[in-house]
């Protein structure tokens, strides 16, 4: 009987391991990550000069993941499905700054559009993404 029941532990744990959705882009200078877990869906993002180090994306704070580059954010995060949107009112980061723009990532078409307002004027990329490995 305790044969049975830890197979069924352990099947069920693999199993529940199996739902997980794993999607990596590499989108113009950036890779981004999302993950999906049963009902909750998560987005990152890294430098590729450094794969192992990933912050949560969209950054809608100044936390212990993002402070190496950020100094100060007005974001809000949207999450529809494989599209990740990072709108934000204003974005303070080690070397510049951007306004009322929006970073707009698609997991399943591998899509990068984004669009800010710097202090050279208006910014605007939008690229197609390798899916990453």
Same mark, same amino acid.
């Given at each position: 009987?305790?044969?049975? &029941?830890?197979?069924?532990?352990?099947? &069920?744990?693999? *199993?529940?391991?199996?739902?997980?959705?794993?999607?990596?882009?590499?989108? /113009?200078? #950036?890779?981004?990550?999302?993950?999906?877990? !049963?009902?909750? *869906?998560?987005?990152?993002?890294?430098? %590729?000069? =450094?794969?192992?180090?990933?912050? =949560?994306? %969209?950054?809608?704070?100044?936390?212990?993941?993002?402070?190496?580059?950020?100094?100060?954010?007005?974001?809000?995060?949207? *999450?529809? #499905?494989?599209?990740?949107?990072?709108?934000?009112?204003?974005?303070?980061?080690? #070397? !510049?700054?951007? =306004?009322? !723009? /929006?970073? *707009?990532?698609?997991?399943?078409?591998?899509?990068?559009?984004?669009?800010?307002?710097?202090?050279? !004027? %208006?910014?605007?990329?939008?690229?197609?993404?390798? &899916?990453?490995?």
């Amino acid at each position: 009987m305790k044969k049975i &029941l830890l197979t069924f532990l352990i099947s &069920l744990l693999l *199993i529940s391991n199996s739902f997980a959705e794993t999607i990596i882009l590499k989108c /113009r200078n #950036g890779l981004y990550k999302y993950v999906k877990e !049963g009902n909750t *869906i998560k987005a990152f993002q890294a430098n %590729p000069k =450094e794969k192992d180090r990933w912050w =949560e994306w %969209p950054k809608v704070k100044v936390q212990k993941d993002n402070k190496h580059f950020l100094k100060f954010t007005d974001t809000e995060a949207i *999450i529809d #499905g494989y599209i990740v949107t990072e709108k934000f009112k204003k974005i303070v980061w080690k #070397g !510049g700054f951007a =306004e009322n !723009g /929006r970073t *707009i990532v698609d997991f399943k078409k591998k899509t990068y559009d984004s669009k800010a307002m710097t202090k050279k !004027g %208006p910014w605007k990329k939008k690229a197609k993404c390798k &899916l990453q490995k």
